[in-house]
């Protein structure tokens, strides 16, 4: 059974950071290529960065140059490093394993 379990989302000023994180298990954590996706209220889920297996990483252009995607194979955990956080960041940010498995999701807020 596989689960992903998101932590990290919170309440921050706009220009802050926050670092998110993806515990995952019951799938071969090394050789999947894991995302970050999120979700504002009334749009649709967007893909916001991703990692494979050997560590490529993509980004949209709405958050490059301030988030970072990383992994922890020895710790099965994907890693979204945000910094310089914008209002328009805010939604649920959900991981994503191999396209097919989701977490529950995670709330950002930047908000003054």
């Known amino acids: 059974q596989v689960q992903l379990v998101e932590s990290g989302g919170g309440l921050v000023q706009p220009g802050g950071s926050l670092r998110l994180s993806c515990a995952a298990s019951g799938i071969i954590f090394s050789i999947t290529t894991m995302r970050w996706y999120r979700q504002a209220p009334g749009k649709e889920r967007e893909l916001v960065a991703a990692i494979t297996s050997g560590g490529s990483t993509n980004y949209a252009d709405s958050v490059k140059g301030r988030f970072t995607i990383s992994r922890d194979n020895a710790k099965s955990t994907v890693y979204l490093q945000m910094n310089s956080l914008k209002p328009e960041d805010s939604g649920v940010y959900y991981c994503?394993?191999?396209?097919?498995?989701w977490g529950q999701g995670t709330q950002v807020t930047v908000s003054s």
């Open positions: 994503n394993a191999a396209l097919g498995f």
